[in-house]
């Protein structure tokens, strides 16, 4: 002990930078692997094991693997002490885990198999270990690997290769070596490969104790790089601010370990109270929208590739987000198109309406209009209804009361056939359009947020049987069974068939409208289509008021950043990498996010409004925070009502609770 404290050394906790700039004083380092070089996406060690829980090998012995693979590893670990090993093998691990499961050997052997599959997928370069590399490239320093792992050598030296990580001479690993860095007696096999006193060695690693603590006191200098995946142990409990990271399905877990090395490998904390408005919903983006509008794709292909369907036409607006995404994931594999489309747009050409219909339909265009013509200018076939007006005497140019509103209103409801007839160019032209965009003889799937599907029961009426289309939604509500199951259309949803199963009605009532924010695509409603003297048809769109227009920077903000999570996730690994790890209908921690969010993150929605279409200027408050009602209004309208209950103290909930419960039967 005395020859220890003699060269004993300090332990530097640094960040990756600081380190990287000390290499140049040490011609002898000694790295570890997990955390430092090579990062998992996952939350934690163990969490890689509920990767594996899906998978047949796995399902076939236990549906609680992860579970018993823990229970083995213990017990290998007891079984050890008693012998005197510092550390076990992945063998002696699946030697216990066949006692505790009663499996076959041949069964412990494919699981055995699947967790070195699934490490190597996992597994991805660390900023720190890319720079590493980097700068020891076209040195003479020497180079060793030393872990405490259960994994076996080769395979970890496999590991190292396939991820860019190399310049090494050696790998140490504690099972093999039958020492470990946390006793520091496997520091001891490094010094005598490189033959040079100890204090010429640097050990650089994540933990404090085995990398710094016993390296130091083994008498090499030690520095401790900060792990990203402990950011969250390091900051601020989640209670106190913002559940963003609360996800635990394996495909949020991706998004979230992959935001943390990206965004905040080298912070000491991450505190989402600190962040600005535009920060925050990056944040959102790349760990809460990102997983989501990935496991929604991945169904989508699943059921594409099982109909045999090779293209898909995106509906705008909502399609423009998923459109992006789509092509981040398959860049190659289908033809993609994003298509002209509104229920403005598709249901005045063609349908005969009732006259009531007339009038909800058009009655907030009307109310937003400072003149006739401002109002003519926003429906296609507008200017064939001039006649109507002027032979009321209603002038086009002079600016519009209350009563001559509630008169030019009144005249398209008592003319619905010559408001009908109106149409006939825009019909012709919507039906060269889409028959053009989906020609005869083909199989078509469109995709659109939701809910009712009337969209495509719209697009097959103007195309007819000649082409085969296949509607994908993000969610249906019970009323698409009268229009898409009833007219023999055929479609799937992600989160909902027409109301089943009952949990996933929360995303067609609850959640509706903030699903659509996420997806608002950064243009105005379509309102019509045009055609020049070559034959190309261009889109007409609505302007968009200055709060809608700062709607749809923020909605654009989470949108981007969930490309760039997605883009970077695939740096990492393949979409079929992805696709393994990840359910087809995998929506719940965006859905336990939304059912009981923190209080601050409803404060950060409270500027966020929704816009219920052409005309609407103004729009209203997803949340209904701060604005001056009564609780009760507020909650009543809210748009999401779980967020303005968030902000609210016991009391007051308890009170709000029990109202809304007895007067309307709405629960918060």
């Known amino acids: 002990m005395a020859l220890i404290s003699n060269r004993r050394k300090t ?100 699981i055995k198999q699947l967790e070195l599959e699934t490490e190597m997928d996992l597994l991805h370069a660390t900023n720190f270990g890319r720079k590493l590399v980097a700068k020891l490239k076209n040195t003479k320093k020497r180079l060793v690997i030393t872990s405490d792992m259960y994994l076996p050598q080769n395979f970890l030296e496999k590991v190292l290769e396939a991820k860019g990580i190399i310049g090494w001479e050696r790998v140490f690993v504690s099972n093999e070596q039958g020492k470990t860095k946390h006793t520091g007696n496997l520091f001891e096999e490094v010094v005598e490969y490189f033959g040079v006193p100890h204090e010429k060695i640097l050990h650089i690693g994540d933990n404090k104790h085995a990398d710094g603590k016993m390296a130091a006191s083994a008498g090499m200098q030690s520095h401790v790089v900060l792990a990203s995946k402990d950011v969250p142990a390091r900051s601020p409990k989640p209670k106190h601010h913002s559940n963003i990271l609360a996800g635990t399905r ?36 790349a760990v809460l929208v990102a997983p989501l509008i990935t496991s929604m794709l991945i169904w989508m292909k699943q059921v594409m590739d ?58 907030t265009t009307l109310a937003n209009s400072e003149t006739l013509q401002e ?10 209804l001039k006649g109507i007006f002027a032979n009321h005497g209603l002038s086009e140019t002079e600016p519009l009361t209350r009563n001559t509103r509630k008169q030019a209103l009144g005249l398209l409801r008592e003319n619905p056939e010559a408001f009908y007839q109106s149409f006939a160019h825009e019909r012709d032209l919507l039906t060269k359009y889409y028959r053009s965009a989906f020609p005869v003889g083909t199989k078509t799937a469109v995709f659109d947020v939701g809910w009712r599907g009337s969209l495509q029961r719209s697009i097959c009426e103007i195309v ?12 249906t509500s019970p009323h698409a069974i009268s229009i898409l199951r009833r007219g023999g259309l055929d479609y799937e949803s992600y989160t909902a068939s027409n109301g089943l199963p009952s949990q996933l009605a929360a995303w067609f009532t609850d959640f509706r409208d903030i699903v659509e924010f996420f997806c608002s695509a950064d243009h105005g409603s379509v309102l019509g289509l045009k055609e020049n003297d070559s034959g190309e048809i261009s889109w007409s769109t609505a302007d968009v008021s200055d709060l809608e ?92 009502r779980a967020a303005y209950a968030s902000q609210l103290n016991p009391f007051s909930y308890a009170i709000l609770k029990f109202a809304l419960r007895k007067r309307k039967k709405i629960k918060l």
């Open 11 to 110: 332990m530097n906790v640094s960040s990756s930078s600081a380190v990287l700039s000390k290499i140049g004083d040490y011609d002898f380092l000694s790295v570890d692997i997990f955390d430092t070089l090579l990062f998992r996406h996952c939350n934690s060690p163990i969490d890689a094991f509920g990767f594996m829980e899906e998978h047949i090998e796995t399902r076939q012995v236990t549906e609680y693997f992860k579970d018993y693979r823990v229970a083995a590893e213990q017990l290998a670990r007891e079984d050890a002490d008693q012998k005197g090993l510092e550390d076990v093998s992945l063998d002696e691990v699946y030697i216990c885990f066949q006692q505790l499961t009663n499996c076959s050997g041949t069964q412990t052997e494919q």
């Open 250 to 285: 394996p495909v949020s877990q991706i998004f979230s370990a992959n935001f943390l090395e990206t965004h905040h490998y080298d912070a000491e904390k991450l505190d989402f109270r600190t962040l600005s408005e535009d920060q925050y919903f990056e944040a959102l983006g």
């Open 464 to 475: 007819g049987t000649e082409a085969d289309v296949v509607g994908l939604y993000f969610g």
């Open 375 to 384: 109002f003519l200018n926003k429906i296609s076939g507008g200017p064939s």
């Open 549 to 640: 227009a700062a709607n749809l920077r923020r909605a654009k903000i989470i949108q981007d950043a969930a490309l760039n999570a997605i883009e970077s996730v695939l740096q990492a690994m393949s979409a079929e990498t992805i696709s393994k790890y990840t359910r087809p209908k995998d929506e719940r921690d965006l859905r336990q996010f939304l059912r009981k969010p923190h209080r601050l993150d409803a404060h950060r929605f409270k500027n966020v409004r929704i816009f219920d279409g052409v005309g609407d200027t103004t729009g209203e408050s997803l949340t209904r925070i701060g604005e001056r009602n009564t609780h009760y209004s507020n909650a009543k309208n809210s748009r999401w």
């Open 306 to 363: 099982k109909k045999g369907i090779s293209r898909i036409a995106f509906l705008a607006r909502d399609g423009m987000f998923p459109k992006a995404a789509f092509e981040l994931l398959w860049p190659d594999k289908y033809d993609t198109q994003y298509l002209a489309a509104s229920r403005r747009l598709l249901t005045l050409p063609f349908t005969v309406l009732e006259p009531d219909t007339i009038g909800g339909m058009l009655h």
